[in-house]
């Protein structure tokens, strides 16, 4: 068969897509629609009151999440049990009663007593449909008798309900703009049970700027470190597991290629100092993630080498690229390698060099040692949240030299208000 789709609009509505497929084999055929728009902030709810035959055609966008009842009848036609239609009031009441009739002949054949009841309540709908002889329908304490019993027009109040949490329904108003004294539209915030139907997540929690802050990158100007050239700053907040959060903020320079990135401590300055003492003995060790501030000092006792506070900055890498960045510190720099060397140190500073290849290539058995007096740093601990039997964390209290190189001796913050004069 040929399914032909149709982008249409409702006035005083929406827009809205119907979709007809029939099949010249069998002459079946069948019609939907699906709204083109998103799902509405509230849902939405249409209580018609019917007191002609003309309110039966009304046009009616019913998606499939929409309920339609007919309370007088305690009748109800449950959401996701039929596709979305554009129709009428007398449409859906058909599609109803096609639905009831379907199996009434094997029900007639299993269970007689409730074919009888299907057959009396389709009846009923029958007649409200067709409207053959004039009947009074009460609705919650309202109805009106026939003024005139041989007339073949319907007259009676009925109440017909289209709930939709989707807020994507209509109901025909024939008098728009005008207001509609038979037809109420009520607009209503979706329970989280009608959103868990549509699919959609409810965000209970208030918004946290912090959580906002992890989950975004962010960027300032600000000029090359190399060149003085304008370059972009990106800025970022990572939690590290069983740490805390560090921000890392890496710079690229589009004029002359220059790139850098450091590591800040996203908290306070820990009470007490921490000494990390990894010792290595195996090449899995390289790939330990390690977190180095701008406070922390390094030291490998086996190669006499100490890296002091202050030099390379902060960074948060691997082990293997942090003895890298320490290879390339001594390599590069011209007073140790360059012209300005002298044999002997030179020789020396080689020698040093090739032993810490080894390490780095996990042929060499080393401590490495990191010594933070602000207790900012970190190293993994792969057995996490076991212990790491080749990892030793130390605490200790910090010296009056210490706190004075982190500022801390002349820093107040309680009763740091100025006293006012009495009076």
Known sequence: ???????????????????????????????????????????????????????????????DCATARIPELDFEIPAFTQKGVLTTIEGIIDRAIAALEQDQPLR???????????????SKLKQLKEARSPFTLVSLGVGTAPSHPGDDFLSFHLLQVIDDPS??????????PQKDEALVVTRYRRSPQQAALLGLELDEKPADATEDLRNEVLQFNTNCPECNAPASTNMKLVQIPHFKEVIIMATNCDSCGHRTNEVKSGGAIEAQGTRITLRITDPSDMTRDILKSETCSVEIPELEFELGMGALGGKFTTLEGLLKDIRDLVERNPFTLGDSSTAGRAEKLQEFLRKLQEVIEGKTEVHFIMDDPAGNSYLQN???????PELTVERYERTFEQNEELGLNDMKTEGYEPETAPG
């Open 1 to 63: 068969g040929v399914t032909r789709l149709l982008l249409t609009r409702i006035p005083f509505f929406k827009e809205i897509i119907v979709s007809s497929f029939s099949c010249d084999s069998c002459s079946w055929s069948n019609t939907e629609i699906q709204s083109a728009g998103r799902i509405q902030e509230q849902g939405v709810r249409y209580t018609l009151t019917v007191t002609s035959r003309q309110d039966l055609n009304r046009e009616v966008v019913k998606t």
């Open 108 to 122: 007639r054949a299993t269970d007689q007593e409730v074919a009888d009841k299907i057959e009396e309540f389709v």
């Open 167 to 176: 807020g994507n329904s209509f109901v025909e108003n024939p008098r728009a």
């Open 382 to 388: 792969v057995y996490a949240p076991e212990e790491d």
